[in-house]
């Protein structure tokens, strides 16, 4: 198959996705605007059947019934953090997708900077050691600067030498 | 010497969080609603849907609330143990029939024993959600003045039972009608 053809079916089933996505978000509340207000606290509240989804997202029955509350709340007036705390009330901080700040909840909350911290230490300090390391490399005195030409002169000319050697010996081997 | 120990340390960190979390249940959410008044509620009896019941009439006892449907499969394993607590005459238990059908109920009823002194239907299920009900069957336990002390989420097991709920009602029953009785001081129920 072409890579044109293909391109052309993966297009079509990409436009009947979007319809039926287009078909399943049917609003109930008349209102548009009220809708869109029930559909954005229904996203900050969790689904206590299917713990990973948000009651706006969920098709569980008990996820029906919560959204309706809130449209019902939201129609009669009431304000995002009263139907947030009504449902709180009831099923706990655990209802609520955004967890509040409290004791209970600060390593939560506290914890990927705490790790972040002790990251940024561990790094440092690292650093630091491996740039006293190098200082030290780079601090030699004049003698010692000296002993070091030295002791890498000797350690040359003795290698010349050993490869001198052999190269004769090779020399030796083959004219005998 | 310490390139050794930090890595086992971080290891034995990540096994022992990794260790309790195998042993928690993340289906059982806390509920706010212990030590909290339990919600009020008048609904129509299972029995006689033209009569209401109010939770009031329960002020000065300890009863128990039991969260069922006839839909609710999880509800049929724990149901004989509920009729053999019933005979017990130990406690009173009220059935809270959760979004059901009232004639499918009572036939559910009728085929495997009726534990209820009566059974509510909440078919709306609004007093549900009053009682942050999520997973049926649930248990409340609610003490004289009328608050919430305990609750079991799922089916209750004859070990919770036995190492909770009954000891709990025991105290319950015995502490006087203004008397403050939390489920910490039974040992079970931790």
């Known amino acids: 198959m072409s890579s044109m053809k293909m391109l052309v079916i993966l297009l079509c089933l990409l436009a009947f996705t979007s319809l039926a996505a287009a078909k399943e978000a049917t609003p109930m509340a008349t209102d548009p605007e009220m809708e869109k207000t029930v559909n954005a606290i229904a996203a900050e509240l969790r689904c206590l059947v299917c713990q990973n989804q948000t009651i706006a997202d969920s098709h569980a029955p008990l996820a029906v019934d919560l959204k309706n509350q809130v449209r019902d709340m939201v129609e009669s007036g009431q304000s995002q953090d009263e139907i947030v705390d009504y449902m709180v009330q009831r099923y706990g901080d655990f209802v609520r997708y955004r967890p509040p700040m409290k004791a209970s909840t600060m390593l939560l909350w506290a914890g990927p900077f705490l790790l972040l911290l002790i990251g940024v230490v561990v790094l440092v300090v690292n650093l630091r050691k491996r740039a006293a390391m190098m200082k030290n490399d780079e601090d030699l005195s004049l003698e010692e600067n000296e002993r070091l030409q030295n002791l890498l002169a000797a350690e040359f000319s003795q290698q010349n030498a050993a490869q001198r050697d052999s190269s004769q010996q090779k020399a030796g081997v083959e004219k005998s | ?190």
Not at chain 2, 25 to 30: I, S
């Open chain 2, 1 to 190: 010497m310490l390139r050794y120990i930090v890595p086992l340390l971080v290891f034995l960190v990540v096994a022992v969080f990794l260790g309790v979390g195998l042993d928690l249940n993340p289906r059982e959410v806390p509920s706010p609603l212990i030590d909290k008044p339990a919600p009020v509620f008048n609904l129509p009896k299972l029995h006689a849907l033209e009569t209401s019941f109010s939770s009031k009439e329960m002020l000065g006892k300890v009863w128990l609330l039991n969260v069922w449907a006839s839909w609710c499969v999880a509800c049929r394993s724990e149901h004989p143990l509920l009729v053999q607590l019933s005979r017990a005459n130990f406690v009173p238990i009220y059935g809270l029939n959760y979004k059901d059908e009232p004639n499918e109920a009572k036939s559910w009823l009728q085929q495997l024993g009726d534990p209820y002194v009566a059974s509510l239907s909440d078919y709306e299920g609004k007093v549900g959600i009053d009682y942050g009900v999520y997973g049926v069957p649930e248990t409340f336990v609610i003490d004289k003045q009328g608050v919430i002390r305990h609750k079991v989420i799922g089916p209750v097991t004859p070990a919770a039972l036995d190492n909770c709920v009954l000891p709990l009602v025991e105290k319950l029953q015995q502490a006087s009608a203004q008397a403050v009785v939390k489920r910490t001081e039974v040992e079970g129920c931790a």
